[in-house]
T-cell receptor, first 111, second 117 residues
């Protein structure tokens, strides 16, 4: 059974710093991995989608990498801003076609 | 990108009543829609998968008679929480997929917060 773990559960960093969020999954047989942002009480905003054949995707200040063989993904945020404060969720789509979410990392950027 | 809407965004109801939540794909036809729920400080959990014109497939532990799902058209799926109780209070999110390829991206709705008094 696929399990998705995100570390750390919470993170506070000063504005301007670069940071890395981690996601690990137990079953490497995945179709894709997706990073989302969720603001308090709100729905999901898709940030980056990485297909299993890809190693990374970039969008603006965000870069996500995927190492399928080791069951890991990282989300790199450059030059963090207070507006980046949110919960970041990692989700993998497995061979059973289901999407499994991690519990998320609550990020707080200190002004 | 593709847009998925949900209605209502918030609903408060009394215990024992039924609540219907709509999920619509606005600019594409969704062969498959998914329903998730999220309890406070927990991850999203898949409840059921619905394919247009057929019965929904429910995940283990989700009562199909309590959470009625109807996917009557390629742009609309509804989730009805029957005889709602306070423990059903949660954040319900739907997603929709165009076509049926595993490379397809799922597009998520904004969610519906249900509070049962």
């Amino acid at each position: 059974k696929q399990e998705v773990t995100q570390i750390p559960a919470a993170l506070s960093v000063p504005e301007g710093e670069n940071l890395v969020l981690n996601c690990s999954f137990t079953d490497s047989a995945i179709y894709n991995l997706q990073w989302f942002r969720q603001d308090p009480g709100k729905g999901l905003t898709s940030l980056l989608l990485i297909q299993s054949s890809q190693r990374e995707q970039t969008s603006g200040r965000l870069n996500a990498s995927l190492d399928k063989s080791s069951g890991r993904s990282t989300l790199y945020i450059a030059a963090s801003q207070p507006g980046d404060s949110a919960t970041y969720l990692c989700a993998v789509r497995g061979r059973d076609d289901k999407i499994i979410f991690g519990k998320g990392t609550r990020l707080h950027i200190l002004p | 990108g593709a847009v998925v809407s949900q209605h209502p965004s918030r609903v408060i109801c009394k215990s024992g009543t039924s609540v219907k939540i709509e999920c619509r794909s606005l600019d594409f036809q969704a062969t498959t829609m998914f329903w998730y729920r999220q309890f406070p400080k927990q991850s999203l959990m898949l409840m059921a998968t619905s394919n247009e014109g057929s019965k929904a497939t429910y995940e283990q532990g989700v009562e199909k008679d309590k959470f009625l799902i109807n996917h009557a058209s390629l742009t609309l799926s509804t989730l009805t929480v029957t005889s709602a109780h306070p423990e059903d209070s949660s954040f319900y999110i739907c997603s929709a997929e165009q076509g049926r390829s595993v490379d397809n991206e799922q597009f998520f709705g904004p969610g519906t917060r249900l509070t049962v008094l």
